[in-house]
């Protein structure tokens, strides 16, 4: 009709907004990032000396103190809003170096005695492709904005096929007016093999910089680069003058834009010199180097390449032999956390990798939160944290010694398992079932006889082997595995296929009881925890729960050594070309990375070790003898944890000499 006009579009006003599937629902309002606040377990505590806890407080299974260094392994969209109600506002820097929708299993190189496998570390790609990996980030992003200090600021670590996708979600989430810098790194030198590809090399990545409010300054330390100065026949740096009362060289530069309150402060700290026609320069004073060369100190720009952060195939072999994928130099982290973080603040990191955040953060005085997902990443980490701060691979850690590395390592078991069963499966127990069983192989009914009772123990049968899947939460103890037996048995079978997340410690122990009672043999297949994550391809091998084989040397009322004589994972039957891992020749002790013990075990409570030894990056040697370790009035039973080269963890409890 001639004079009206049509109802202005929905989106007639709204400009520049970046939109992926997921950022709103059916009827247009934002959605909320959809990740529950779960109960964190304490599952490991290492302390520096007898009793000390990380930030002066001993961790509780309801958020593990106010301020210790934590490790916590599972799902960090989960974990980080777990984490909100304890550290809402308390982080002071976060610096993240996520997937970067690369399409790309990464693998790490893991030493086996004198040789070297290939374990899957994580996969980067996200479903849908570029709307899922920006789904993923921007709900990431959006709980790492609640845990930021009102003060704090965030460094994203992205390359060219991640930062546009990143900074529109930055700019959505922060605003573009906390938007502080584009930093551009030198990670690589061109070494000319994309030439040939009709593209120029790929040598740099980019760190965006945001602020949690517009406008705060960094309450670190400006991060400075150092150049040596040319000098004069007669060793006096060329274009320099001399200030008589510093007994210093500087060089000048024009006022520019300082302004008259500026320059009256650089007057009053001696900062600057005046020309004979009356200009205004400032001063920058050189520094003596110890080598006696003169040096001048200059902020750096938003261009790294200088020695300081240089690649990581340019650093030392202590660093280079950490050996996992997409790992960043220390010298990177350690200008990010000094000009980010102020002395004695709260870093995080929520995608730690090999955990060189933490190892920085450690160095320069700074507490620090890490997460990770990668069992290869917990481990890689743990293991790192641990060995830096030592400085040796099999000296004792606890009771004796002082100075060591304080952490608590969290999880989210059972909880986040009955989270994503929940999720998943929206309490169909028997898809949950055929998953377990069609990702270990067994999948159609041709496969596999599937029962159809609801009460059944027995889920499924194949010739004479019975098989069963544990609930994703229930924790497999010798009291279920004895009713799991009888089951077997009163179905005519003599072999059991247990599939489940977790055991009770000593399982291993226990079920040769139950074969020795009930005349059936359960077997233990640990469900790998990488079925829980949506954009995993492929699974590591199914193996069952390691035996380890230690015992006390010496019956002393005060003090004992204790001894490994056995390591031995097993595959899952099918699932690998020998029963035992390294049964080509291989001892099972090489595939030990380290061990630990704890004196004071009680089930229920977290690992403290009191002596712990791992094998070094360079010089494979294992200690497989503790040294001799003292006994206290509260020493009930001993508890040996052995970590492996896959991130497997085994423990077993041994008694006490006798007498005691």
């Known amino acids: 009709m001639r004079g009206s006009s049509p109802s202005p579009h929905p989106l007639s006003e709204v400009c520049h907004e970046f939109v992926w599937e997921g950022k709103y629902d059916e009827h247009g309002r934002r959605r909320m990032p959809d990740a529950p606040a779960l ?44 984490l909100l109600p304890r550290f809402r506002g308390s982080i002071d820097l976060i610096y993240i170096d996520p997937p970067y929708d690369s399409g790309v299993d990464y693998r790490v190189e893991v030493p086996v005695g004198q040789t070297r496998t290939s374990v899957h570390a994580y996969r980067d790609a996200w479903g849908d492709g570029r709307e899922s990996y920006a789904h993923m980030m921007a709900e990431r992003l959006a709980l790492m904005r609640e845990l930021l200090h009102p003060d704090g600021c965030i460094f994203v670590h992205c390359d ?52 949690a409010r517009e406008g705060t300054p960094f309450r670190g330390q400006t991060p400075t680069r150092s150049q040596a100065v040319e000098v004069d026949r007669s060793g006096k740096p060329r274009g320099a003058k001399w200030d008589e009362k510093r007994q210093l060289y500087f060089t000048t530069a024009p006022r520019g834009d300082y302004t008259d309150e500026s320059v009256a402060r650089l007057r009053a700290e001696g900062r600057v010199w005046e020309s004979a026609t009356g200009k ?41 032999e950490i050996g996992y994928a997409t790992q960043k130099p220390e010298g990177l982290l350690r200008r990010i956390i000094s ?29 620090w939160i890490m997460a990770d997902l990668g069992r290869q990443a917990i481990h890689t980490t743990r293991k790192r944290l641990l060995m830096r701060v030592r400085g040796g691979a099999s000296e004792p850690v606890g009771q004796r010694h002082a100075g060591r590395c304080s952490l608590d390592l969290l999880d989210l078991s059972p909880h986040d398992r009955r989270h994503w069963f929940a999720r998943v499966y929206q309490g169909d127990i028997h898809a949950y079932r055929r998953t377990v069983l069609g990702r270990f192989g067994f999948s159609g009914e041709s496969r596999a006889e599937v029962c159809r009772r609801r009460d059944s123990l027995i889920h499924a049968r194949r010739g004479d082997v019975a098989l069963h899947v544990a609930d994703a939460d229930r924790v497999v103890d010798a009291e279920f595995a004895g009713a799991l037996a009888d089951a077997a048995r009163f179905a005519g079978v003599e072999r059991v296929f247990c599939f489940a ?42 193996v069952e729960v390691a035996c380890v084989g230690a015992e006390v040397v010496g019956d002393e009322p005060v003090g004992v050594t204790v001894r490994l004589r056995r390591y031995e994972v097993m595959f899952a039957e099918g699932h690998g070309a020998a029963s035992r891992l390294g049964a080509e020749g291989q001892s099972g002790l090489d595939l030990i990375d380290a061990w630990a013990i704890d004196t004071e075990w009680e089930r229920g409570q977290p690992f403290r070790p009191v002596w712990h ?39 077993v409890s041994l008694a006490l000499p006798s007498g005691r």
């Open 39 to 82: 109960p964190l377990r304490v599952v490991e505590e290492w302390r520096g000396g007898p009793g000390e806890a990380a930030g002066g407080v001993r961790a509780t299974d309801e958020g593990a103190g106010p301020s210790p260094n934590l490790l916590l392994r599972g799902e960090n969209k989960i974990i980080l809003a777990s």
């Open 501 to 542: 997340f977790e055991y009770e410690v000593d399982i291993r122990r226990d079920l040769e009881g139950v074969a020795a009672a009930r005349g059936v043999r359960v077997h233990p297949v640990l469900i790998p925890p990488e079925i829980m994550e949506s954009n995993r391809r492929e699974l590591p091998a199914w």
């Open 613 to 651: 030894a791992q094998r070094a990056l360079r010089g494979r040697a294992l200690a497989l003898e503790s040294e001799r370790i003292s006994l206290s009035a509260f020493s009930r039973s001993f508890l040996v944890r052995v970590f492996d080269v896959f991130g497997q963890e085994t423990s």
């Open 280 to 320: 205004l320069y400032v001063k920058y004073f050189l520094r003596k180097g110890d080598d006696g060369r003169w040096y001048k100190d200059q902020p750096v720009d938003t261009l790294w390449d200088d020695a300081e952060v240089r690649p990581l195939r340019h650093c030392s072999k202590k660093e280079l």
């Open 160 to 211: 060219w096929r991640a930062n546009a996708v990143i900074r529109l979600i930055m700019d959505d989430i922060f605003g573009r007016a906390c938007f502080r810098n584009e930093i551009v790194w030198r990670r690589a030198p061109n070494l000319g093999r994309q030439a040939a590809s009709s593209q120029l090399g790929r040598v740099v990545d980019s760190i965006l910089v945001y602020s």
């Open 339 to 367: 000009w980010g973080c102020p002395p004695g603040g709260l870093v995080g990191d929520f995608f730690c990798g090999s955990g060189t955040t933490g190892v920085v953060a450690g160095q320069l005085g700074r507490r």
